[in-house]
């Protein structure tokens, strides 16, 4: 069965194209980041039974390797391959129930509002699965996904974005872990583990607390590949606390996050937020985030998830400029 679905791998359908790089022999590598992607999720044990969603964590996983190829100059639509991948026999998109008809007659899905309408998600050949969770046929499976459709010098790349993205389920289980336990000021986890690493599995067991949404302005965007605009903020900075406890972080959008970070805006230990009067003084343009002073922030649902009164207190008292 492993040399069957091996020889599955090699033979994907990818769509060849110029503007593709030539160290992908200018062919679209969706296909197999996804199944990587899908491969890790299996390694970590986010997935453990057969049934793939097209959720956050399988986004942010294929563009992990997306990144390696392209930086942030190019952005991709996992969608695309998620539902492609239908093509290839062992990859069964599952309809919502009624939609069976509409599913089999579309031939094309680009927003995941199109998709979540029609797909409830995937499953894989059951035999396909059950070698995926086996370790040693999963790195076999992994070889046939890459060394087809990668020139050899992103080979130990592609390798290490995998140990990567196994890393940082690890780091978010730590630090979920560490938010069952008693916050401390001084600095609570040590680790080695790269900043790139670090700053994923933080903002991973954050943002989700806040429902996606900027604690400040409510905000939630989400692109139509499902990528969301807000960001982790840590309360006490890294460089002080080496505290990534998801108590030490709030969700921001990229506004917000910089006013935080600069000192311009604080959230009191009673969770309400402060404007600096700097930006009182400036012109009236600045109403609109003059516009939240003194309102409550939007809290996480669970209540041992809420920023801790001590990282809070610290940000009023040595970072925010009254
Ligand atoms: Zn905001």
Aim: proline residues 7%.
């Amino acid at each position: 069965m492993l040399t069957f679905y091996q020889q599955a791998f090699e033979k994907l359908k990818l769509s060849p194209a110029q503007s593709w790089p030539e160290s992908t022999y200018f062919r679209a590598p969706y296909k197999p980041f996804m199944l990587l992607a899908v491969s890790d999720l299996i390694a970590t044990g986010t997935i453990t039974h057969n049934f793939i969603e097209y959720s956050d964590l399988l986004l942010e996983t294929f563009d992990r390797y997306w990144q390696m190829l392209f930086d942030s100059t190019k952005l991709a639509n996992p969608i695309q391959p998620f539902f492609y991948l239908r093509s290839e026999g062992f990859w069964h998109l599952q309809a919502q129930p009624g939609m069976e008809q509409r599913l089999a007659a579309t031939t094309d899905i680009k927003t995941i509002g199109q998709l979540k309408q029609l797909v409830v998600g995937a499953k894989l050949d059951q035999a396909l699965f059950d070698l995926l969770q086996q370790p040693f046929a999963r790195e076999q499976l992994r070889q046939s996904l890459i060394q087809p459709y990668f020139m050899r010098e992103l080979q130990p790349a592609l390798a290490t974005i995998g140990q990567m993205n196994t890393a940082i389920f690890s780091y978010a289980d730590l630090l979920v872990e560490h938010s069952q336990r008693t916050f401390r000021e001084i600095p609570a986890i040590d680790t080695p583990y790269l900043v790139e690493v670090r700053s994923s599995a933080f903002r991973r067991v954050v943002v989700p607390n806040y429902d996606y949404c900027c604690a400040i302005c409510g905000i939630r965007i989400i692109t139509p590949e499902g990528r969301s605009a807000v960001e982790a903020a840590h309360i006490i900075p890294w460089s002080k606390s080496y505290n990534d406890d998801p108590r030490n972080g709030v969700s921001l959008c990229g506004l917000h996050h910089w006013l935080f970070d600069q000192g311009l805006l604080t959230i009191t230990p009673n969770y309400q937020i402060q404007i600096s009067r700097l930006v009182a003084e400036q012109p009236a343009a600045n109403q609109a985030v003059l516009m939240f002073a003194q309102q409550p922030i939007q809290l996480p649902q669970q209540k041992q998830l809420y920023p801790n009164q001590i990282a809070l207190d610290w940000h009023n008292q040595h970072v925010y400029r009254r």
